[in-house]
């Protein structure tokens, strides 16, 4: 897979950002796409993923406000993040693995469990999204 995440950048609480992730080389059908983030000082945290045959679960943090789709007709996988604040400044990672991988993140979320991706097996290089207050 190869996979530059971009679409990150600085903006002020309340304003909304839309990452993107285009995505090749990843021949597992259906397989799981996700976003994970990072903030400093705290572990991997899943945000949202969306399996190949589309469905999708979020992070209950993220839930109603952040969006996960695939243009199919690009093959890219997007986040759309509104009503942002300070607690979602981090660098965020796209990440490719099976179909397990899907249902790995959304038992997690179901518990209320942070889940930082161990069944994911490719990841991009990471983009920044900075909230100011």
């Known amino acids: 897979i190869q996979s530059v995440e971009s679409g990150g950048g600085s903006v002020q609480a309340g304003g909304s950002l839309r990452l993107s992730c285009p995505v090749s080389?990843?021949?597992?059908?259906?397989?799981?796409m996700g976003w994970f983030r990072q903030a400093s000082g705290k572990e991997r945290e899943g945000v949202a993923a969306i399996r190949s045959d589309v469905q999708t679960t979020s992070a209950h943090a993220a839930k109603g406000r952040f969006t996960i789709y695939q243009d199919n007709a690009t093959n890219t996988l997007h986040l759309q993040m509104k009503s942002l604040n300070s607690e979602n400044s981090a660098p965020y990672y796209c990440?490719?693995?099976?179909?397990?991988?899907?249902?790995?993140?959304?038992?997690?979320?179901?518990?209320?469990?942070?889940?930082?991706?161990?069944?994911?097996?490719?990841w991009g290089q990471g983009t920044q999204v900075t909230v100011s207050s």
């Open positions: 080389g990843y021949t597992s059908s259906p397989h799981c």
């Open positions: 990440a490719a693995g099976p179909r397990a991988a899907c249902i790995f993140f959304t038992t997690h979320t179901e518990a209320h469990e942070r889940y930082s991706g161990e069944e994911f097996e490719t």
